[in-house]
C-alpha cells in the first residue's frame, strides 16, 4: 500500500446489465500525474466516480489516500478533490461567493473559508475576477475556479475528470499550469482524458483503459517504445500517386508501409532517420511526385492506442476523417502535429 | 502551501454541521436573489400581476355560488396557486444542479449529503413567505379584508404546508427531467392541474364530473380551508371533501409527503448506482 494514493484492484461495475467496469485494475503513486486514457465509453469516468465516492462498485476494493472507499466514503471525501467534465460551480455566484461556499461546506468556518478564497484566487489566477459572476467567466476561468474549488483543502489526491475537454488551446494550457502547480506542492492527481498529447504533457505514468479493463500501465516513453522508434510520414498531393509513394518509403522502411487513403498520407517506422527522409525525399522529386508534406514523426500516443486497442481513439478518429467534433478537438490534433512533426527542413538544420 | 490553517473542521458533533450545511445551502439560494434582482421581481411580479389580473378583468364577471364578494373567492384561490407552482421552481433549481454537475460536487465533498436538499427545501419556505406576503399586501390594497388573529395565521400556516409538501414533488421532478429545457415544460402539467380546482371558479359551476374532479384537487381543499379561515367561507360546496375541508388541507400535504419525499429521497440515492 505504502507509496501509492490510490490502488484499485478488479473494479466491476453494471450499469444495466452493460459493464462499464470489468475487473479493472489502477495504481497511482504518490506525487505524480497519472493519466488515465481511452476512448468514450472505455470506463474512464466510472472508475474516476467510483474512486471518488461517488458511485458504489460492483466487485472488487479501492483504497485512496490509505482509506477504504467503500468503507470510509466519508473520511475519503476530506481527502480529495474531484474536478468533473463540466464546471461544477455556481454561474449566479461570483467566483469568491463559490470559494466561500464550497469552504464553509468542507467545515472550515467563515473566517477561515475567507481567508482561504483570497489565497486561492491569487493561486488560480482570479484575484481580478473575484468578484464577477461566473456567468461572465470565460471557459477556462471557470475550469481555473473548478479546481481552486477542489483544491480548498489541499487535498492528497485530485481527481481530473477531461479537465480540458472544450477548452480552446491557451485555456487548455493555463489548466496545464495549474495541474503542474499542484503536482508541485504535493497532490496526486488522476487525469482522465482523451487527448493523448494531454497524458503526454502531464502525465508520468499512463494506464489505458479499454472496455472497462486496464489493458497497458506504463510511461509515455515506455508506451511509445513498444511500437517502434520513429516513422516517416510522406503526404502526397494526388490520390494516385499513393501506390508509388509507398513503394518508395518501402525501400527505406523496417516494416511494411502504411496508407490512409482519406488523407493521402503513408508512414512507415524507420531506423536511420535522416538517410530516410533524404532518400523518400529526392525519390519522390526525381520520379516526379507532387508532395505536400515530408517529415519524421515521433510516435504519438495514439499510435500506441491504435495498437493495443485495433481502433483510434474518438477524438482522433474524428479529425482524421474529416469530421469536426469540436473545434478542441481540433485544436489539440494540431497541437500535437505541431509538436511531433518535425518538419523537413527544420530537421536539415539540425543536422 | 497554504497559509491558512486547513488542519480539519472544529470538533463539533456531526448534528451541527447538518444544520450548519444546512444553512449554507439556503445562505447559497437567498444570495441567488440578491445577485439577480430581475428574478426576484420576476417572481414576485407574477403573482401580483395575477392578484391584479384575474382580480379586475375576471372579477366583475365573476359569480359566487350562495352569494358573496369574487375577492373574498379568488384571493385565497390566488395564493394557492403560487404555492402550487413553486414546485416548478423547486425543480428547476434541482435540474440545473444536478446537469452542472453542482450535485456531484457537493457530494464529493464531507458534507451532510441530506442538507443539499434540506437546504433547497428551506429556502424554497422563505421564498414562498415573501411570495405570500406581497400577494396579501397587494390583495389588501385591492380591498380584500380578511380576519386577523389565530385565523390567518393558520391559513399561512396550511399554505407553507402545502408548499411544503410540494417540494419533495419538485426535488423528485428536478432529478428525473434531463435538462433545464425540460423543467419548462412542467408549466404546461400545472397550468390545467391548477385549473381544475376551486381556486377560480366553484366546482358546483361545472360539469359534474368535472367538478366532483376538482373538489377533489388537493389544492381545492387547501383553497377552501384558508377561505374559511380568512374569515371569508364563500363558495363552499356540500360534497365531503368540501365540507372537511380544513381536516383536507391538513391531511393531503401528508399523503403527498408520505409518497414523494420516498420516491425523492430514492431517486437522490440512486445517484449513487
Known sequence: ?351 | MSAVDLSGPADRGRVYWVFADCWNVVRRGLTHYQRQPVNIAWQLGFPILSVLLYGYVFGSAMQVPGGGDYKDFLMPGMFVMTMAFGFINTATVVVHDSTKGVIDRFRSMPMASSAVVAGRGVTDLLVACAELGIMMGTAFAMGWRPDGGLGFLGAFGLLLWLRFALIWIGVWLGLMVPNPEAAGGLFAVAFPLTMISSIFVAPQLMPDWLGALAAWNPISSTAAATRELFGTPVGGGDSWVERHALLMACGWPVVLTAIFLPLAVRRFQKLSR
Open chain 1, 1 to 351: 500500500m505504502e507509496g501509492y494514493a490510490v490502488k484499485a484492484q478488479a473494479l466491476e461495475k453494471d450499469y444495466g446489465g452493460k459493464r462499464a467496469l470489468d475487473g479493472f485494475d489502477l495504481a497511482v503513486r504518490e506525487g505524480t500525474v497519472h493519466g488515465l486514457l481511452g476512448p468514450n465509453g472505455a470506463g474512464k469516468t466510472t472508475a474516476v466516480r467510483i474512486l471518488s465516492t461517488l458511485v458504489r462498485m460492483d466487485g472488487g476494493r479501492a483504497r485512496v489516500a490509505g482509506l477504504d472507499v467503500a468503507r470510509q466514503p466519508r473520511e475519503v471525501r476530506a481527502r480529495i478533490g474531484l474536478t468533473g467534465q463540466y464546471a461544477a460551480v455556481d454561474e449566479v455566484l461570483t467566483g469568491r461567493q463559490n470559494l466561500e461556499m464550497f469552504g464553509r461546506l468542507f467545515h472550515l468556518g467563515g473566517r477561515r473559508a475567507g481567508s482561504r478564497a483570497v489565497e486561492l484566487l491569487e493561486q488560480f489566477d482570479l484575484a481580478d475576477a473575484a468578484d464577477k459572476g461566473v456567468g461572465k467567466y470565460s471557459g477556462g476561468m471557470r475550469r481555473r475556479l473548478d479546481l481552486a474549488a477542489s483544491m480548498i483543502l489541499a487535498p492528497a489526491v485530485l481527481f481530473l475528470d477531461e479537465p480540458t475537454t472544450g477548452l480552446d488551446p491557451r485555456s487548455r494550457g493555463e489548466v496545464w499550469d495549474s495541474v503542474r502547480a499542484l503536482v508541485a506542492s504535493g497532490t496526486t492527481v488522476l487525469l482522465t482524458t482523451q487527448y493523448l498529447e494531454e497524458a503526454d504533457k502531464l502525465a508520468s505514468r499512463v494506464t489505458v483503459i479499454d472496455q472497462g479493463r486496464a489493458i497497458a500501465d506504463d510511461t509515455p516513453d515506455g508506451l511509445k517504445n513498444r511500437i517502434g522508434g520513429d516513422r516517416i510520414e510522406v503526404v502526397v498531393a494526388e490520390r494516385a500517386d499513393i501506390p508509388r509513394a509507398v513503394k518508395v518509403v518501402a525501400r527505406v522502411s523496417d516494416g511494411e508501409p502504411e496508407r490512409e487513403d482519406a488523407e493521402l498520407r503513408v508512414h512507415a517506422p524507420v531506423t536511420d532517420r535522416v538517410f530516410a527522409l533524404t532518400e523518400v525525399a529526392r525519390t519522390l522529386q526525381d520520379e516526379g511526385v507532387r508532395v505536400e508534406d515530408i517529415g519524421l514523426r515521433r510516435p504519438s500516443l495514439d499510435d500506441v492506442f491504435l495498437r493495443l486497442t485495433g481502433h483510434r481513439t474518438d477524438a482522433s478518429t474524428g479529425t482524421s476523417t474529416g469530421t469536426p467534433t469540436g473545434t478542441s478537438a481540433e485544436s489539440s490534433e494540431e497541437n500535437s502535429t505541431e509538436n511531433s512533426t518535425e518538419n523537413y527542413t527544420g530537421k536539415e538544420a539540425a543536422v
